[in-house]
């Protein structure tokens, strides 16, 4: 499997995802190599777009890629789909280790048309690292066996229902780049407004009109991405809800578990499995 240059990445602390940063214009790149080095916490890799599509598995760490769309968090548990042509650009959590695929454009017509986040299967994993570190050229028999079983096991997973859509409207963009910086400020939205210059009537429409939600659940949402970033890190359920703002730690179940499917406990079990697998440390 062979690439080429990663686009040039940067480093920032500020955020996870980079929404409110200046960024240069979208680049085309030809490719990348499909084992990266690794990206420090808080590594930014710039906005660009393929003329093919691209899978991206964190094998440890967690990657948070922003397209138009929206916000995508993925961790170990997790692999990132982006369909050709859709600027992408990401920021690192933690330490981490990214695996890149080319897709072909048969077995892509057989993905989604929009970026989509998948669960990761055991078979599905193991396929994956497979491939990515396989030295035999692209369409060797033992590569396309192995991608199909990559295809066939996305086509079974679930998709993430986490997306975090993002406004383009400067009003609202300024009250959630606040959001962004400090999750579990318990600021109201009239208090927000009155630090960004619009009223709460102003915003609540916008929340609505741009984001098909309201201003509740866009943040709650942000603050349950955040916590699959926390959880993955091994940080317990009674830390991660003081930490993301929750009034206790039963009131962040319910809304994780309403959310993701799954209790945050059982989530952080999951999600530290394939990290520990990868590193050797699991028994």
């Given at each position: 499997?062979?690439?080429?240059?990663?686009?040039?990445?940067?480093?920032?602390?500020?955020?996870?995802?980079?929404?409110?940063?200046?960024?240069?214009?979208?680049?085309?790149?030809?490719?990348?190599?499909?084992?990266?080095?690794?990206?420090?916490?808080?590594?930014?890799?710039?906005?660009?777009?393929?003329?093919?599509?691209?899978?991206?598995?964190?094998?440890?760490?967690?990657?948070?890629?922003?397209?138009?769309?929206?916000?995508?968090?993925a961790p170990a548990n997790r692999i990132t789909w982006v369909p050709a042509f859709h600027v992408h650009r990401s920021r690192s959590h933690g330490e981490t280790d990214v695996r890149l695929l080319r897709v072909p454009a048969e077995p892509a017509g057989r993905l989604p048309?929009?970026?989509?986040?998948?669960?990761?299967?055991?078979?599905?994993?193991?396929?994956?690292?497979?491939?990515?570190?396989?030295?035999?050229?692209?369409?060797?028999?033992?590569?396309?066996?192995?991608?199909?079983?990559?295809?066939?096991?996305?086509?079974?997973?679930?998709?993430?229902?986490?997306?975090?859509?993002?406004?383009?409207?400067?009003?609202?963009?300024?009250?959630?780049?606040?959001?962004?910086?400090?999750?579990?400020?318990?600021?109201?939205?009239?208090?927000?407004?009155?630090?960004?210059?619009?009223?709460?009537?102003?915003?609540?429409?916008?929340?609505?009109?741009?984001?098909?939600?309201?201003?509740?659940?866009?943040?709650?949402?942000?603050?349950?991405?955040?916590?699959?970033?926390?959880?993955?890190?091994?940080?317990?359920?009674?830390?991660?809800?003081?930490?993301?703002?929750?009034?206790?730690?039963?009131?962040?179940?319910?809304?994780?578990?309403?959310?993701?499917?799954?209790?945050?406990?059982?989530?952080?079990?999951?999600?530290?499995?394939?990290?520990?697998?990868?590193?050797?440390?699991?028994?």
């Open positions: 499997m062979s690439g080429q240059e990663i686009p040039e990445t940067r480093h920032s602390g500020a955020r996870l995802d980079g929404v409110s940063e200046p960024v240069p214009e979208p680049v085309l790149s030809a490719g990348d190599p499909p084992v990266c080095e690794p990206l420090a916490h808080g590594q930014d890799i710039a906005a660009h777009f393929h003329d093919f599509g691209q899978l991206r598995y964190a094998a440890s760490g967690a990657l948070v890629t922003t397209t138009e769309a929206g916000t995508w968090v048309a929009e970026p989509s986040v998948f669960a990761a299967s055991a078979l599905l994993r193991e396929a994956y690292l497979a491939l990515a570190g396989d030295h035999d050229p692209d369409g060797s028999p033992r590569a396309r066996l192995l991608l199909e079983v990559v295809i066939e096991e996305l086509a079974r997973a679930r998709r993430e229902p986490l997306r975090l859509p993002e406004p383009g409207d400067a009003r609202l963009k300024a009250v959630t780049d606040l959001l962004h910086a400090d999750p579990a400020s318990p600021a109201t939205l009239a208090a927000l407004g009155r630090r960004t210059g619009s009223s709460e009537r102003t915003l609540s429409r916008l929340f609505g009109s741009e984001l098909s939600m309201s201003f509740h659940q866009w943040r709650t949402l942000l603050r349950v991405q955040r916590a699959l970033l926390e959880l993955g890190e091994g940080t317990s359920v009674t830390d991660t809800a003081i930490r993301l703002g929750w009034a206790n730690p039963g009131s962040f179940i319910e809304a994780f578990t309403h959310l993701v499917g799954q209790t945050p406990g059982r989530y952080r079990a999951a999600a530290r499995l394939p990290q520990l697998v990868v590193s050797g440390k699991a028994g």
